[in-house]
C-alpha cells in the first residue's frame, strides 16, 4: 500500500494556529497528525482510537510498515503510543493532572497489545514528554517541555532522534546507601538468571573499596590502571575493560559479560575524579553498550561519593534493594528517592534515573517482624507522602495494599559466591527467588 502523503517538515504554524483553548478533538484533528507526519510515520502506519488490550484506548498509535504487515491492516504490534489531552489540561510536571495522564499512557504501554511498544508520548499542544518503555519498566526519555513556534522544531527532532535510534539496553544501578543490603548479590543473580533467559548481560563493579562482585564472578586481578584510561580517554572503547564470564556443565554453557573493579580507583582523592572524570564520564562510555546488550547493571559503592554518583547517573533506573530489619537501609532508601536521583536528574535533563520500589532482600520475615518494618515505613510517609509510590507500589485509595516484594536470602546463594558461581546456576530455590524479582520488576 503506497502512501503519498507530503512529509511534514515544520510544526511551527500548526502550533501557532492551534486555538489556545483547543479541545481533545482539535488537538487530534489539526495537531497531532502533523506531529505524527514530523516524527516519520506515514497515515498507513498510524491507528487513531487503537485499544491497547486491558490498558485503555490511546489516542493514537503508530508503527513501521513492514513488507508484507501494513500496520493499518494488521494492527498488531505498535510501537509509539500518542495519549492526547486538550489545551486547558495542566501538563507541566508533577501538577495531578500531569501525574494522572502519565498513570494512563502507563497503563496503555503495558496493555496486552503493547508488549512490542517501546515509546510513549503525551502531549497537549502546550507541553510535550516522551518516554521510553523497557518490558514492564516505563521511564523518562525527555522532560516534560513547553512547546513554543521557537522550540517545536527543534524539541520534536530530538524526540525522532530518540525514538529512531531506539536503544536495546535498560541501564540499572543496584544502590543503596547502606552496606550489607546484597546489592552485589542481587547483581550477580539478576545478571545471571536474565542470561539464562538468553538475554545479552553486561554488569560493572564499580565498588571499588570492597570489589565483592569482580572475586565472586572473576579469578583475575584487574589490571591497575586500565579502568581509569578507558574512563578518561575518548579514544579507548570500554571494551578493552570487559571480561567475559561463563557458566558451563554438561547440559548448557551461559555468557555475560563483567567490568571488574580496579584497586586503583579507590585510591583517588575526590578532587581527582572531578577533575579527570566528570559526571557523565561512565553515561558516555556506555553510549555503545546500550545498542548491544539488553541489560546493563552497574553495582554502585554504599557511599554518594563520585564514583556512585557516576554510576546513579549513567542509569535508567536505580534498583533499591533494602533489609525489613535495618531502618537505616529503609531511610537511605528514602534519602536517594527524594535527594540524590532529583540532584542527576537536575544535571541531566532527560527525567532520568528514577527510583524503581524498594524490595526487601533478606531471611524470612515473620509478621512481628514485618509490622515493625511497616511502622518504620509509615513514618518515613508521614514526613514525606510523596514517596508511597516506591515503598507501596500497589498502595491506591481504593485498595490499600502494603506488598512489598520479598526475596528471601538463604545460605546458598552467599556460598555460591565462594565458587564463583551465581546462585540462580546451583540451586533452584535461588533460581526462583531471582526469576519472581526479575518479572516484579522488568519482565513483561
Known amino acids: 500500500m503506497k502512501d503519498n502523503t507530503p512529509r511534514v517538515t515544520s510544526l511551527k504554524s500548526y502550533l501557532q494556529h492551534l486555538p489556545q483553548d483547543a479541545s481533545q478533538a482539535i488537538v487530534s484533528t489539526n495537531f497531532a497528525p502533523y506531529l505524527i507526519s514530523y516524527l516519520g510515520f506515514s497515515t498507513t502506519e498510524r491507528i487513531p482510537e487503537y485499544d491497547t488490550g486491558g490498558g485503555g484506548i490511546t489516542d493514537f498509535a503508530t508503527r513501521r510498515n513492514l513488507e508484507n504487515d501494513i500496520f493499518l491492516q494488521t494492527k498488531s504490534n505498535p510501537f509509539l503510543l500518542i495519549e492526547l489531552k486538550d489545551r486547558y489540561t495542566n501538563l507541566t510536571e508533577n501538577s495531578p493532572s500531569y501525574k494522572a495522564t502519565v498513570n494512563q499512557l502507563k ?12 515509546w510513549g508520548i503525551i502531549t497537549n499542544g502546550s507541553h510535550i514528554q516522551l518516554f521510553r518503555k523497557h518490558g514492564k519498566i516505563i521511564f523518562p526519555a525527555t522532560t516534560c517541555i513547553e512547546l513554543t513556534p521557537d ?26 546507601n547502606k552496606g550489607g543490603v546484597g546489592k552485589t548479590t542481587t547483581t550477580v543473580n539478576l545478571a545471571a538468571f536474565l542470561a539464562f533467559l538468553g538475554k545479552k548481560v553486561l554488569v ?114 536505580v534498583l533499591l534493594p533494602t533489609k525489613h530489619n535495618n531502618s537505616f537501609s529503609l531511610n537511605n532508601a528514602a534519602t536517594a528517592i527524594k535527594e ?105
Open 204 to 317: 560493572l563493579d564499580f565498588d571499588f573499596n570492597q570489589r565483592d562482585l569482580t572475586s565472586s564472578l572473576l579469578n583475575i586481578e584487574p589490571e591497575d590502571g586500565l579502568l581509569e584510561k578507558t574512563l578518561t580517554d575518548r579514544n579507548i572503547e570500554l571494551k578493552s575493560v570487559i571480561r567475559p564470564y561463563t557458566f558451563k556443565n554438561s547440559k548448557l554453557q551461559i555468557t555475560f559479560d563483567v567490568v571488574p573493579a580496579e584497586p586503583k580507583m579507590a585510591e583517588y582523592p575526590e578532587f581527582q575524579y572531578n577533575s579527570q572524570m566528570k559526571i557523565f564520564t561512565l553515561h558516555r562510555k556506555l553510549d555503545l553498550a546500550r545498542y548491544e546488550y539488553d541489560y546493563i547493571f552497574i553495582d554502585a559503592a554504599p557511599n554518594w561519593r563520585f564514583p556512585s554518583q557516576l554510576a546513579v547517573y549513567a542509569a535508567d533506573v
Open 151 to 176: 522550540n517545536i522544531d527543534d524539541t520534536i527532532a530530538r524526540i525522532k532522534t530518540k525514538i529512531d535510534k531506539t536503544p536495546k539496553a535498560l541501564t540499572v544501578t543496584v544502590y543503596n
Open 107 to 118: 497503563r496503555q504501554l503495558l496493555g496486552n497489545n503493547c508488549k512490542a511498544a517501546q
Open 340 to 444: 540524590f536521583l532529583p540532584q542527576m536528574q537536575k544535571l541531566k535533563k532527560d527525567g532520568t534515573p528514577i527510583a524503581l520500589p524498594i524490595f526487601f532482600n533478606g531471611e524470612k520475615i515473620t509478621q512481628p517482624q514485618l509490622e515493625l518494618a511497616q511502622k518504620e515505613i509509615n513514618q518515613i510517609l508521614k514526613n514525606d507522602k510523596t514517596l508511597l509510590p516506591y515503598f507501596y507500589p500497589r498502595y491506591t485509595n481504593a485498595k490499600k495494599d502494603l506488598h512489598i516484594h520479598h526475596l528471601p536470602e538463604y545460605a546458598i546463594i552467599a556460598s555460591a559466591a565462594f565458587e564463583r558461581v551465581p546462585a540462580v546456576y546451583k540451586n533452584r530455590s535461588a533460581y526462583d527467588y531471582y526469576k519472581d524479582l526479575a518479572k516484579e520488576y522488568f519482565l513483561q
